[in-house]
């Protein structure tokens, strides 16, 4: 790993060191958010090492602290999810041969790594960039959520520290900067609408997911044919 690791570019290796400061910040948030909600310290650990993907397990624990049922989280987190599979077809032949080493590659697979990974100009850089920024994210976000999950335990009173408005807000955050998109914004509309109109009768977490139904609202209009003059295409 040391090797890959000196393979990058000094630019590249600097970028990576700032990504997993941020990510282990956001997994101190993280952490601490769970804990302050009333849920174990052990879930963030536990949440971050098995699923290890920061959108997924704050939308579960988001879900589960607003009174939902696990089942409606674990639909949440896994519908989140789904954007990582065309990402791992994209880099899915870097991970190289043999089960166990495809496994632990594609454990690795988040935004920041593909992110990092399709920058690099030839097949040994982006694999070099591929292994060493998601074995480096994923010591820093579970360090961070460790961090987090103990600090949120050891504080006299969380709900002093307005924790149960960080979770929407981090969530927010996250979206926000695929807003640019005219048919992101539709869909984020749409949904926001649906959710807010089912929350109110529906138990928790069911909004959430049939707020998954603008996505429908981003889906491209069918355009009529084309005719030439005289009506022939």
């Given at each position: 790993?040391?090797?890959?690791?000196?393979?990058?570019?000094?630019?590249?290796?600097?970028?990576?060191?700032?990504?997993?400061?941020?990510?282990?910040?956001?997994?101190?948030?993280?952490?601490?958010?769970?804990?302050?909600?009333?849920?174990?310290?052990?879930?963030?650990?536990?949440?971050?090492?098995?699923?290890?993907?920061?959108?997924?397990?704050?939308?579960?624990?988001?879900?589960?602290?607003?009174?939902?049922?696990?089942?409606?989280?674990?639909?949440?987190?896994?519908?989140?999810?789904?954007?990582?599979?065309?990402?791992?077809?994209?880099?899915?032949?870097?991970?190289?041969?043999?089960?166990?080493?495809?496994?632990?590659?594609?454990?690795?697979?988040?935004?920041?790594?593909?992110?990092?990974?399709?920058?690099?100009?030839?097949?040994?850089?982006?694999?070099?960039?591929?292994?060493?920024?998601?074995?480096?994210?994923?010591?820093?976000?579970?360090?961070?959520?460790?961090?987090?999950a103990?600090?949120?335990?050891?504080?006299?009173?969380?709900?002093?520290?307005?924790l149960?408005?960080a979770?929407?807000?981090?969530l927010?955050?996250?979206?926000?900067?695929?807003?640019?998109?005219?048919?992101?914004?539709?869909?984020?509309?749409?949904?926001?609408?649906?959710?807010?109109?089912?929350?109110?009768?529906?138990?928790?977490?069911?909004?959430?997911?049939?707020?998954?139904?603008g996505?429908?609202?981003?889906?491209?209009?069918?355009?009529?044919?084309?005719?030439?003059?005289?009506?022939f295409?």
């Amino acid at each position: 790993m040391r090797s890959l690791w000196q393979s990058l570019p000094a630019d590249v290796r600097r970028a990576v060191v700032l990504v997993c400061a941020a990510d282990a910040v956001v997994g101190a948030a993280f952490g601490a958010l769970t804990v302050g909600a009333g849920l174990p310290l052990w879930l963030p650990v536990a949440l971050s090492l098995a699923v290890f993907a920061g959108a997924a397990q704050f939308l579960f624990v988001g879900v589960i602290a607003a009174g939902g049922t696990p089942l409606s989280a674990v639909a949440a987190g896994l519908l989140v999810n789904a954007r990582l599979v065309p990402l791992g077809l994209a880099v899915g032949d870097l991970l190289g041969p043999g089960w166990l080493r495809r496994l632990a590659g594609a454990h690795l697979l988040v935004d920041e790594t593909v992110a990092f990974t399709l920058a690099q100009g030839t097949a040994g850089a982006r694999r070099a960039a591929y292994w060493t920024c998601g074995a480096a994210l994923f010591v820093c976000w579970n360090l961070g959520v460790l961090a987090g999950a103990f600090g949120g335990a050891l504080a006299p009173d969380t709900a002093d520290l307005g924790l149960d408005a960080a979770f929407p807000a981090v969530l927010l955050a996250l979206v926000l900067p695929t807003l640019a998109d005219g048919a992101t914004r539709r869909a984020a509309l749409v949904g926001a609408v649906i959710a807010v109109a089912t929350a109110l009768v529906l138990p928790a977490g069911v909004p959430v997911l049939l707020a998954l139904l603008g996505v429908l609202a981003a889906l491209p209009g069918r355009r009529p044919p084309q005719t030439t003059q005289g009506g022939f295409p």
